[in-house]
């Protein structure tokens, strides 16, 4: 038996909406690394504990791809070290400082600025997370 790599790919795409007729074979094997990987040598997968991010779509216990090659734009979700402590929130850059902003309204901020140190760790490209229990 020989193992292809990567997993089947449907033909079509799956409606959200209303139901419309599979197809019954698969158009060829997926790889995700090729969809979730830009940078192979320069990316890592962390889970995230916590619910602070949640109105980004980012959940107490996804998986997270981090890409640490990118470049960080401002309103990018970042895996931010704060004084030493790691942390995953949205980089707002402003006159005063950055603005490490949470995804809930039950979170705060954090505002780095003066003497802070602030170094952003990697960009999350993708959220994993689990649909069936």
């Known amino acids: 038996m020989i193992c292809l790599p990567g997993y089947p790919l449907l033909a079509g795409a799956v409606p959200a909406g209303f ?9 060829g094997r997926l790889n995700l690394d090729d969809h979730l990987v830009e940078h192979p040598e320069a990316t890592f997968f962390v889970r995230v504990t916590g ?9 107490d216990g996804d998986l997270l791809v981090v890409d640490r090659a990118l470049d960080p734009k401002d309103r990018s979700v970042v895996i931010a070290v704060v004084d030493g402590n790691f942390t995953v929130k949205q980089i707002c850059r402003l006159p005063n400082g950055v ?17 802070q140190e602030l170094t952003v760790w990697g960009v999350v490209t993708w959220s994993l ?5």
Do not use: K, N
């Open 19 to 27: 139901p419309s007729p599979a197809a019954d074979y698969a158009e």
């Open 129 to 133: 997370h689990q649909v069936a229990p």
């Open 51 to 59: 619910h602070s991010m949640t109105g980004f779509g980012i959940h």
């Open 99 to 115: 603005l490490l902003r949470s995804g809930s309204s039950g979170h705060s901020d954090i505002l780095v600025q003066g003497d």
